[in-house]
């Protein structure tokens, strides 16, 4: 007999960052996740989380409206469901509901990582079978401090941690921005075979995005993320076919509908993947699909998910035959402290895709209880 999905519970989980994680629109001190623990007839549970930056700073859905949308209403619509097709119970979710995706990949995840269990197979199998069993992750440089960002990056060169790094600009002047990358730059050098590239969330207008482009491009950045508005497409197209320094969409592109958008529009460049956008890891693949088709390089993104919602991400990824751009798929080092017993494993610039049965991770209770917010 098939599994029937019996409850699904939403937790809103609070763990300081690190170190206040500076981006244009935001400053990140801790991060929130809504952690989704669905549970079946056979007493099996799958995981899932759904998880943005900055409450409604950078987009649409805040964790607490996250939580209440899969409380009030998708979670009714798979109570009493087989398990047997997770297409199907999406299905069921996007004819009576309008947007929410990191609600709906939220569920998405909690329903592979179930069927995944019950199956005895990694959720990479599920989505087709993984390609590699070690993913290449960047690291974010976002301390708003030039120093501090050389001392961060030099350390974890010297690990074997990161050897590319990815730098958060767009609140101050570009002349100050492009200072502040361009010392990294140099400060980096070629020697350590570093990649330097900026992700400036939409904060420039065309005219800025040339002068700041041109300056990138001089100072041997290697890539430009979304320095325009989400919505200007013919603005990025026009970028992007301008310099030789490439771009790559992130907050303009969802899914896969976006992605054909993007080519129509004559755009020539990178697409930042993330299973938040799409809604998860399947209409995230699709959106891959056609990304390819269109020769658009791609790059495994994050919305800085801790450990659940980077594992399955991370597992969509490893199906993928390239990632032009490595990924950025680090969340879980961010954060002061974790809620599974045994994290994702880093080392050698990347990190490795878990091979257990579903996610292949395992809630620590006690962690859980500790970072769980109570009002
Ligand atoms: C974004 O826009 O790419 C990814 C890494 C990071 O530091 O912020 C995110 C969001
Ligand atoms: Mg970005």
Not at 318 to 343: A, N, V, Y
Request: charged share 20%; net charge negative.
């Amino acid at each position: 007999m098939t599994p029937k999905i019996t409850q699904i519970e939403t937790l809103l989980v609070d763990i300081p960052t690190i170190r206040p994680h500076k981006l244009s629109m935001t400053s990140m001190a801790v991060q929130t996740m809504v952690i989704v623990r669905l549970k079946d007839d056979q007493g099996c549970e799958g995981l899932g989380e759904g998880t943005t930056i900055g409450g409604l700073a950078y987009g649409p859905e805040s964790p607490e409206s996250i939580k209440m949308n899969i409380d009030r209403y998708l979670a009714p619509l798979l109570i009493g469901q087989s398990t047997d097709s997770v297409r199907y119970l999406m299905q069921r979710l996007n004819v009576a509901v309008k947007g929410n995706m990191i609600a709906k990949s939220a569920l998405q995840t909690a329903l592979l990582d179930l069927k995944g269990k019950h199956l005895g197979v990694p959720v990479s199998t599920l989505l087709g079978g993984a390609i590699h069993s070690h993913i290449p992750c960047l690291w974010v440089l976002a301390s708003g401090n030039t120093e501090k960002d050389i001392a961060e990056a030099k350390e974890l060169i010297a690990a074997g941690r990161h050897c590319d790094f990815k730098l958060k600009i767009g609140s101050r002047p570009v002349e100050e921005d492009v200072a502040h990358v361009a010392a990294i730059k140099a400060a980096l050098g070629d020697s350590a075979s570093a990649s330097v590239r900026v992700d400036v969330n939409q904060a420039w207008d065309e005219a800025t995005a040339v002068k700041g482009m041109a300056a990138l491009q001089e100072a041997g950045v290697d890539l430009v993320e979304q320095p325009t508005p989400a919505k200007d497409i013919d603005t990025l197209a026009r970028l992007s076919n301008k310099f030789e320094i490439p771009i790559l969409a992130d907050e303009g592109v969802a899914d896969a509908k976006d992605v054909y958008q993007f080519a129509k529009h004559g755009f020539n460049g990178g697409i930042a993947l993330k299973i938040a956008k799409a809604g998860g890891p399947i209409p995230a693949l699709e959106a891959a699909v056609v990304s390819e088709s269109a020769g658009f390089g791609l790059y495994g993104g994050t919305l800085l998910e801790g450990s659940i919602g980077t594992a399955v991400a991370i597992h969509a990824w490893s199906t993928l035959p390239t990632l032009r751009w490595g990924s950025e798929m680090f969340g879980p080092l961010l954060l002061q402290d974790d809620i599974i017993k045994q994290p994702l494993r880093y080392h050698n610039n990347g990190v490795d895709v878990p091979n257990l049965p579903g996610l292949g991770i395992e809630l620590d209770e006690l962690k859980l209880a500790e970072y769980q917010r109570k009002d």
